[in-house]
């Protein structure tokens, strides 16, 4: 009896079934996809990236079965990356000094392919919204999905999706073969 | 030929070591930091409350003109309400830096004083409310009529 409360907290929220392992570490891909979408340095991923974890655990008890886990994760993901990165901008606007020249951003070498690091500075080029959407075609995900997920219209996404494109294939232009 | 940005893209995560998940720093603790900040909240919006309940109570009774029951009523509430923010400052002092086992373990101990004071406290604040409710319709203005409302007519026997 000595620790019944203690256990009660533990098993029902942290220790008995790890969350992270069961309802986390299946869908790290898209969320790993997705972070580094929205940071140009290893720090600020891991930050992104442990900051999602916890507000997916969070948020768990919101989830509706209407959608499937994954589209609840990968909206979780992307609204917590889109409300980092203003965090970070208004920060940075905020701390801003006008004495220091503007440093370009740090570049992430995250990935040992190439043409992906090169892709990935085409697609950190791109709106906020727009990474989130170009990441979730590359992920297969339908039209519809996507509109779920980034809380779009499904007809406008076809189109937002061939515009991207073709910003990505000027930002590209010639760099890869 | 030019890559489309599909085969970039699957060509790039072909390679596993591409998605290692970086290592979560201190979720657990946070986890439990979290769990602990939705009780105390739970907490001080009860003890709110209890101070606007006692409050209200005390102005309603004695518009209902029972006195009586609205002071037992309010210094019953207001003990409880003392009480239980002393309660409350003892678990604002749990140290946030103690590793997650620790913290919880801290809060758990902190729970079973609470509830062990409170039921402690509630032996004597039940029959006090009682006490005070039965007074204050005893000694009401229109005692007779609420006693006779309650109990019933007084018996000859009286």
Redesign the interface.
């Given at each position: 009896m000595g620790?019944s409360?203690?256990w009660i907290?533990?098993s029902r929220?942290?220790?008995s079934s790890d969350f992270?392992t069961a309802f986390i570490?299946p869908y790290?891909?898209i969320?790993?996809?997705l972070c580094r979408a929205y940071t140009n340095s290893q720090e600020d991923?891991?930050d992104y990236?442990?900051e999602v974890?916890?507000q997916i655990?969070?948020s768990r008890n919101n989830f509706k079965e209407a959608s499937a886990w994954s589209t609840w994760v990968y909206r979780i993901s992307l609204n917590v990356c889109l409300t980092l990165l203003k965090k970070h901008k208004r920060a940075k606007e905020h701390f801003a000094s006008d004495y220091l020249p503007d440093l370009p951003a740090e570049e992430t070498r995250?990935?040992?392919?190439e043409?992906?690091n090169?892709?990935y500075q085409a697609i950190r080029q791109l709106s906020e919204i727009d990474r989130g959407v170009i990441l979730l075609y590359?992920e297969e995900k339908s039209y519809q999905e996507i509109a779920d997920i980034t809380g779009t219209n499904a007809n406008n996404i076809g189109v937002r999706v061939n515009r991207i494109?073709e910003k990505?294939?000027k930002l590209?232009d010639g760099k890869?073969? | 030929m030019e890559k489309s940005i599909e085969q970039i893209w699957k060509a790039g995560f072909l390679d596993s070591k591409a998605l290692i998940s970086p290592k979560v720093n201190d979720l657990y603790t946070r986890k439990s930091e979290h769990i602990i900040e939705k009780f105390k909240r739970m907490f001080r919006f009860n003890l709110k409350a209890i101070a606007v309940g006692g409050i209200m109570g005390l102005g309603g009774l004695f518009m209902l003109k029972l006195p009586i029951t609205g002071i037992t009523f309010f210094i019953t509430l207001a003990v409880v309400f003392i009480v239980n923010k002393r309660e409350l400052d003892d678990l604002e002092k749990v140290d946030k830096c103690l590793s997650s086992y620790d913290y919880l373990k801290s809060f758990d101990n902190w729970m079973k004083d609470q509830v062990s004071m409170n039921a402690r406290m509630a032996k004597f604040y039940y029959p006090f409310i009682f006490l005070g409710a039965s007074m204050g319709l005893w000694f009401s203005v229109h005692g007779p009529w609420q006693y006779e409302f309650l109990f019933g007519p007084p018996t000859s026997d009286w």
């Open positions: 620790r409360g203690l907290i533990s929220h942290l220790l992270y570490l790290a891909g969320i790993i996809k991923f891991e990236y442990q974890c916890l655990w969070k995250a990935f040992d392919d043409a992906l090169l892709l590359l494109k990505l294939r590209l890869i073969n | -």
